[in-house]
């Protein structure tokens, strides 16, 4: 009886550890940004397991754990052509996730490596139909043609793109230089168009302002006294003021009115002015023999004879 009793615990401890072991082989555990599919015997289970605790028939059923985060994938640099014939590198960078786990497992054999080569197909594709201008200015409108060709094939393996950015463009040394002259020439082609028209505008005013002081002639003097002051405040320096064409044609009055005056004085002492016009010579021809200083008439120089003899002794 003792020995039927000890076969009998030995036996319930053997079917707990067989049971133990059974649960621990048919329990899964799936995170949250998981999901688990079920293969029985080599076929696809329709249920996909959620986040959290699960079981499954142990020795029979077999769990995948897909992950559906959305993966941050890099594209190598491609070397192509553009369709203006300019050699280029570009880099972009793919960020997809997997909406249908089951898609994803059954229908491509390794979606991220799928995804990798069909983004670089996509890209050399993009660079040869797309200009260099585009490459470099219109990337938003080239990100998303190259986001629809990397999305129209990966639909079917259950994995949507979320977004494609094209990092970078390496450009040739040569290409560099070439378009930075042509920024230098376009910038100084602007430079020069302000210019003009800052100058065609100053002129305009200059205009206006000629046409105010034609009409009051004492403006343009005060305006040169106010340049003249402005000048002064900012450096003590000698200033050489313009004569103003006003004084000059004062003076050239003033000197033609003074011989008028004296020789109507003349006249006047003289008696009557001689009738007739040859008296106008005479009295023009007095005035300029009297004008002319007298010069003091030069000694005549002694000639031999004249000269007295100097005295000489002989020696014997």
């Not at 020795?59 to 052509?81: C, H, S, W, Y």
């Not at 977004?163 to 390496?170: C, M, P, T």
Request: aromatic share 4%.
């Amino acid at each position: 009886m003792a020995v039927m009793v000890d076969a009998l615990v030995t036996l319930i401890v053997v079917l707990a550890c067989l049971g133990a072991l059974g649960v621990l082989a048919a329990a899964r555990v799936v995170k949250q940004y998981e999901r688990g599919v079920v293969f029985r015997l080599g076929r696809l289970r329709s249920d996909i397991r959620g986040p959290g605790f699960t079981m499954i028939a142990p020795f029979v059923d077999r769990l995948q754990k897909v992950n559906m985060q959305i993966v941050t994938m890099p594209v190598p640099a491609q070397e192509g052509i553009t369709r203006d014939n300019v050699t280029v590198r570009v880099d972009a960078v793919v960020y997809f996730k997997v909406v249908d786990a089951a898609e994803a497992l059954v229908a491509v054999e390794d979606y991220r490596f799928a995804v990798s080569q069909m983004a670089q197909t996509s890209l050399r594709s993009i660079i040869g139909k797309s200009d260099l201008d585009d490459l470099l200015s219109n990337r938003e409108k080239l990100n998303q043609g190259l986001e629809l060709m990397i999305d129209s094939p990966a639909v079917g393996w259950g994995v949507h793109i979320d977004r494609v950015e094209i990092k970078d463009v390496s450009l040739p040394e040569t290409m560099k230089r070439s378009m930075a002259r042509q920024a230098e020439a376009d910038r100084e082609r602007r430079a020069r168009v302000i210019n003009a028209d800052a100058e065609l505008q100053a002129s305009k005013k200059l205009a206006e302002a000629a046409s105010q002081m034609a009409d009051t002639p004492s403006a343009l003097q005060l305006r040169l006294l106010q340049t003249v002051m402005a000048v002064a405040a900012e450096k003590n320096s000698t200033l050489v003021l313009p004569i103003p064409v006003e004084l000059l044609r004062f003076l050239e009055k003033g000197q033609q009115e003074i011989p008028a005056a004296a020789r109507t004085e003349g006249g006047a002492e003289g008696g009557a002015p001689a009738a007739g016009p040859a008296a106008a010579p005479e009295r023009e021809a007095a005035p300029a023999q009297a004008a002319e200083p007298a010069q003091p008439a030069r000694q005549a120089m002694p000639t031999l004879t004249e000269r007295e003899p100097e005295p000489h002794t002989v020696e014997r």
